[in-house]
């Protein structure tokens, strides 16, 4: 799987690797645990991100190497960079205005991801659905190229598959998944710190926002559908950054007879969203039809337009995708 990347590897020397806005886990630890690799292998690798690294994730750069579009750092990379490598992403409008600059690039495009959606604007797509978390094929390479990952490496992927997975409960977590882990801990990790970063640290606002929120919760007839919305005004209010809404979704996933939970979140013009489901129901065709994508279960998409327009049009849709087993029964 690893051979045409082990190519581009050998014939250049600067590399940019980079994820989504509002980048997760999966999309940090993977980033950083590839530059790692690199670095070791005497290449020059910079993380370029579009949006700030969530307080929570902080931790995994502990160095602060992760620079921001459009930085002096950041564009200095990006006019050395011979190779874009795009992580936990399949496409290059989910990367806002940094995308933008690679579309209009000739550099070589790589994309390495376990998302089955994947754009054609690059030229080697690396991807395996089948995988639980980015990280585990960015596991997968560095045993391949050097052997066995370091105690940064370690600490990097363990959060991203920690977090993909809802700490190891979410359907994707099969034994690979358990063995992969076993391997990074036997590095002296320590899970509970990492747990308490990722989930222990949040701020009074972000758990006042999250609590406002959940009163706010609403239910289509049935219960079979959930959302929670935050409007621009809500978050002025509680001057919680999006970056840091990372889980709020959990919440309403867990209510009991929910099948589809959705979070909207007002932009400016624009309003993200975020996809889950329990069981059959496949929110991922569901944010296809929205210029999204993801996994059966988990999915997201950047909608255009207003927030009550799209918010109506996303819960219609998912009504009708409700319907359909009852009729076919």
């Known amino acids: ?146 052997g066995g990952v370091s105690e940064k490496e370690a600490l990097a992927l363990y959060t991203g598959i920690m977090r993909e997975t809802g700490s190891f409960r979410f359907a994707n977590t099969d034994p690979e998944v358990h063995r992969v882990a076993a391997r990074l801990l036997e590095l002296d990790l320590d899970p509970q710190k990492i747990y308490e970063e990722v989930y222990e640290k949040s701020s009074a606002a972000r758990l006042r926002l999250i609590g406002h929120l959940l009163t706010e919760l609403e239910l289509a007839p049935g219960g079979r559908l959930a959302w929670i919305t935050a409007s621009r005004g809500l978050l002025d209010r509680f001057q919680v950054p999006e970056a840091d809404m990372d889980g709020f979704i959990d919440f309403p996933r867990s209510l009991a007879g929910a099948e589809v939970v959705f979070f909207f979140i007002e932009q400016e013009g624009r309003v993200r969203v975020s996809f889950r489901s329990k069981g059959s129901v496949d929110v991922n065709k569901l944010a296809n039809s929205f210029g999204g994508g993801g996994h059966k279960n988990a999915a997201g998409a950047i909608v255009a337009g207003g927030l009550d327009e799209v918010r109506e049009r996303v819960i219609e849709a998912a009504k009708r995708v409700l319907e359909r087993p009852a009729q076919e029964d």
């Open 1 to 146: 799987m690893w051979s045409e990347f082990k190519k581009i590897v050998d014939k250049y020397q600067h590399f940019v690797i980079s994820t989504h806005m509002n980048p997760d886990g999966d999309g940090l630890g993977s980033e950083v645990a590839l530059a790692s690799l690199l670095k070791w292998l005497s290449k020059e690798a910079t993380i370029v991100n579009t949006s700030e690294t969530p307080k929570n994730y902080k931790f995994v750069d502990p160095e602060g190497e992760i620079c921001y579009y459009p930085s002096q750092a950041a564009n200095e990379a990006i006019s050395r960079c011979q190779v874009l490598i795009l992580l936990d992403c399949g496409s290059l409008n989910r990367m806002g205005e940094l995308g933008g600059h690679f579309k209009k690039s000739h550099i070589y495009r790589v994309c390495i991801d376990h998302h089955l959606t994947v754009d054609d604007d690059f030229d080697l797509a690396i991807v395996r659905q089948e995988a639980a978390a980015t990280a585990m094929l960015i596991f997968d390479l560095i045993h391949e190229m050097k």
